[in-house]
């Protein structure tokens, strides 16, 4: 058994990669089937973890429909770009799920003027939300979304210089080859604690401290993710490797 140290924190133990996809999928279609909303709204995170969750909801015979509101994006990338978030997850899951592009509220990289994009953030939340689902990585330094450390509960949808740590772990997703930008938009930690389920996936040994910190320490902005004990309903699937600081 592993515990955290919140009793609304149920952790779910994947002792194969293919359990933790299986296990993943069905967290988040159970989540979505119970949501009263006919089009839940859904925060998705990009990132390495997620992608054994997305190949499964790509290969299974569902046919899913939500309003995919976006957590996290960098600052000043053409629309084109590659490495926009935004186009990660609709050649991961959007378009695949064939989501219609109106059912996307994502922010734009390319504004000039990232307040804008900001404002419209936070008013849709406020007239639509709050979200039925968020999935969640943790980054290895406890951030959540682009919530990097220190970063308070009651922040909110904002524009952040990302830490070297996460630069330096972000321009692995291109081989190096071409750099993340040095800014970007989030979703706040008040904004993400409003979903009203919380799924966190975490992956591999890098997770092992920060996940173990982040579910039995006091909640502190050090580690962003430690918020989460605040929150009612939260699901963590995590690997043996993830797991491991628990002691059993
Ligand atoms: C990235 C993203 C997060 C993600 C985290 C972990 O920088 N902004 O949303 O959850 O870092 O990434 P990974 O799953 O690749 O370890």
Redesign the pocket.
């Known amino acids: 058994m592993f515990n955290a140290k919140s009793d609304t924190i149920e952790i779910l133990h994947a002792k194969s990669k293919n359990e933790f996809s299986n296990l993943a999928a069905k967290s988040f279609c159970q989540s979505l089937k119970s949501s009263p909303q006919k089009k839940p709204i859904v925060i998705l995170?990009?990132?390495?973890?997620?992608?054994p969750l997305y190949a499964e909801l790509r290969n299974s015979e569902k046919k899913l429909d939500f309003i995919y509101f976006q957590?996290?994006e960098y600052i000043g990338l053409e629309p084109s770009s590659k490495r926009l978030?935004t186009n990660w997850l609709a050649d991961e899951i959007l378009d695949p799920m064939d989501i219609p592009h109106e059912q996307r509220i994502t922010f734009r990289s390319d504004n000039l003027f990232p307040q804008d994009e900001i404002d419209m953030m936070r008013s849709w939340y406020k007239e639509n939300g709050p979200a039925d689902i968020a999935v969640?990585?943790?980054?290895?330094n406890g951030?959540?979304?682009?919530n990097e450390p220190p970063s308070d509960e009651n922040s909110q949808t904002r524009l952040v210089k990302?830490s070297n740590e996460?630069l330096k772990?972000?321009n692995a997703?291109w081989d190096n080859d071409k750099k993340a930008p040095e800014y970007?938009l989030?979703l706040g930690i008040s904004e993400i604690l409003h979903a009203k389920k919380i799924i966190l996936?975490a992956?591999?040994k890098?997770?092992a401290i920060i996940l173990k910190k982040a579910l039995t320490e006091p909640p502190s902005p050090e580690i962003p993710a430690s918020y989460l004990q605040n929150h009612p309903n939260v699901t963590v699937i995590a690997d043996a490797e993830a797991l491991s600081e628990f002691k059993s």
Do not use: M
Not at 143 to 146: E, Q, R, T
């Open positions: 995170p990009t990132g390495n973890t997620p992608l957590l996290d978030f969640l990585g943790i980054g290895a951030h959540i979304g682009f990302l996460t772990s972000n997703y970007a989030t996936l992956t591999g890098s997770k």
